[in-house]
């Protein structure tokens, strides 16, 4: 090989790194931007007040966004509820049992679910919730957004446990301890990372929906804690003042939009961190 080949093939490999770099950090740029503009726009109207107090009618001025915060930790706890025991059950099942008509028949199931979008759910959980109740409420928004919680548990769920080695389920099942017991005390913990980091991806999913809860949730001005009754969300404040005519009204639509990013971003780095730190290492 002579020093022109070789000095082509450096080139050729600086260049390409440099354009794996560029197009990384272009990926980057628009949540930068995102980020900058909701920064912006809405850390002005931040304050202890705004997190704390209830909206105001229209022409007053000031008002919060505490009834909204939360609904939408009512929301979410209701959501996880409905769907973290469904979902977890059901993603021991796929792991332990890979093939069988019932097995391809739920991983199917949950594929074509993924794939629904948002208002399609609250559609149906406005059919078979909020008419059989005869009103919107939390607890009909936390069906729909428990639905969409779904795949995203069932798969992380399936996809971790099945990264356990055979031989420890083998040795505890050697020992004589019951499969139920082996699944629950020893096969769970190990995969505990990766169901609790899907566990934390699917609510951050959730939790800037909007397109359910206005045909469940369908928001309140009041504080209401009743799962029966109509709550506010944080994506519902957004979704009404941003289309109001009132700019006192957008400035606290940027006000929730930057809460709302900040606890969906909490969301995210804890599922990182929680991956990178408690990783069970076989």
Same mark, same amino acid.
């Given at each position: ?10 080139i ?22 995102? $980020? ?13 007040q ?5 909206p105001?009618?229209?022409?007053e ?45 739920? %991983? ?25 109740l ?20 069932? %798969? ?28 629950l005390?020893v ?17 951050? %999913? ?6 359910? $809860? ?10 209401? =804690?009743?799962?029966f ?5 944080l ?22 939009s930057?809460?709302? =990013?900040?606890? =969906?971003?909490? $969301? ?7 991956t990178? %730190? ?5």
């Open positions: 090989m002579n020093n022109y080949t070789l000095s082509l093939r450096i050729k490999d600086r260049g390409f790194k440099t354009l794996v770099i560029l197009f990384s950090f272009i990926t980057i740029v628009p949540l930068l931007f995102i $980020l900058f503009h909701i920064i912006k726009n809405g850390i002005g109207v931040i304050s202890w705004f997190l704390t107090s209830l105001k009618p229209v022409g001025v000031g008002g919060g966004i505490a009834n909204a915060i939360v609904g939408t930790f009512i929301l979410i706890v209701m959501s996880c509820m409905l769907s973290i025991p469904l979902g977890v059950s059901a993603g021991i099942y796929l792991s332990e049992r890979r093939e069988g008509w019932l097995a391809s028949l739920v %991983r199917l199931s949950v594929d074509i679910l993924q794939g629904i979008p948002s208002i399609v759910m609250g559609i149906l959980a406005y059919t078979w919730v909020v008419l059989s005869g009103t919107f409420s939390a607890f009909s928004g936390s069906v729909a957004l428990g639905i969409m919680m779904l795949p995203i548990i069932v %798969r992380s769920t399936e996809e971790t446990l099945k990264l356990i080695p055979e031989m420890l389920k083998e040795a505890s099942l050697s020992l004589g301890v019951p499969y139920y017991r082996t699944l005390k096969i769970l913990p190990a995969g505990a990372s990766g169901i609790v980091t899907g566990i934390l991806l699917s609510v951050a %999913r959730v939790a800037g929906e909007t397109a359910p $809860l206005l045909f469940t949730a369908f928001g309140s001005p009041f504080m209401d =804690v009743n799962i009754k109509p709550v506010n969300s994506p519902l404040v957004i979704f009404n003042y941003a289309t109001s005519p009132y700019p006192s009204w957008h400035q606290l639509a940027w006000g929730a930057l809460v709302l =990013v900040g606890m =969906v971003l909490t $969301l995210n780095f804890s599922a990182k961190l929680v990178k %730190r408690w990783k069970v290492q076989f």
